[in-house]
């Protein structure tokens, strides 16, 4: 799939925790004006999340005008949190003179459905992004939200921008897919807590899905499952492009169980280090995001 004239379709998904305040939407309009500049042969779907702490702050709202809202009522009132995300980004773009089109959930094309191919239970029909990408070099899309049949408002789970951006990905058949969040990619344990913690450039899916069976939520599990059915190559990085990032991909060669036993230990090791330094909000929604 290409957005124009044989230009390649890059996703990329930004996460809510470098999304934190109104400073943090034109840190990342300055990462994706320098991508357009230096890849010009790019176009570019951005996947966000609502900004950091939003998603709790809706819900306490829901909480105190009723005890117990309707799930369908919540997720309605979520979906405020991405689309002001898209709002915002998509402004400071254009003021930076991007050509650039914001949408909305049911404009993104992510459907949930129990005939849903896959074992995501969500399929991509992404036909009004690739018009968009037509005029556009980047599209900014909602994260964490599809739609039901009949057009009902639906959250994907914790995570749930990881997964979005995946499966956009596949349905886009995108050159790449990039998972951007406030860790620069993986670790043996959590670099802010060990000093000794390692940086792992490149693992596969089977070890990324054993970390997060073993309560590494760097990426959602859903998400990784799909990119490797899809055999779509994720990475994750972080805002600065001058540092290392881990790449998702097939099974990496060399791969010893020996080592895959170690970090899985050390990602056991770093989960309750991790839960001491996230706050609830991030462990609820999009932990290390």
């Not at 993104?108 to 070099?137: F, K, N, P, W, Y």
């Not at 309560?215 to 492009?241: F, H, N, Y």
Request: net charge negative; glycine share 8%; proline share 3%.
């Amino acid at each position: 799939m290409h957005g124009r004239e044989g230009q390649r379709i890059v996703v990329i998904k930004l996460g809510g925790s470098i999304l934190n305040d109104r400073q943090s939407y034109r840190q990342a309009s300055r990462f994706i004006v320098r991508r357009l500049h230096r890849c010009a042969n790019e176009r570019f779907v951005i996947v966000v999340s609502a900004q950091y702490g939003l998603t709790d702050e809706l819900e306490r709202l829901a909480h105190e005008i009723t005890g117990c809202p309707n799930p369908r009522t919540l997720d309605l009132l979520w979906s405020t949190g991405e689309t002001r995300s898209v709002a915002m980004l998509t402004l400071h773009l254009e003021e930076m003179g991007i050509v650039v089109a914001g949408l909305n959930i049911h404009e993104t094309g992510l459907c949930l459905s129990d005939a849903a191919a896959g074992r995501t239970g969500v399929r991509a029909v992404s036909r009004q992004i690739e018009r968009a990408l037509e005029q556009h070099a980047v599209v900014v899309v909602p994260g964490f939200f599809a739609t039901r049949e009949g057009g009902m408002i639906a959250s994907l789970g914790r995570g749930g921008s990881d997964l979005s951006a995946v499966l956009l990905a596949e349905g886009l058949d995108a050159a790449r897919c990039e998972l951007v969040k406030d860790v620069r990619g993986y670790f043996t344990a959590d670099p802010n807590v060990d000093p000794d913690a390692k940086h792992i450039p490149q693992l596969s899916y089977e070890r990324a899905l054993q970390m997060a069976e073993a309560g590494c939520e760097l990426v959602q599990a859903r998400a990784l499952q799909a990119a490797r059915i899809a055999s779509l190559q994720i990475v994750v990085c972080g805002l600065d492009e001058g540092a290392p990032a881990s790449i998702i991909s097939t099974d990496v060669g060399g791969e010893a169980s020996a080592a895959r036993t170690e970090v899985e230990t050390a990602a056991r090791r770093s989960v309750s280090a991790l839960e001491r330094t996230l706050s609830p909000s991030r462990l609820a929604y999009e932990p290390a995001d």
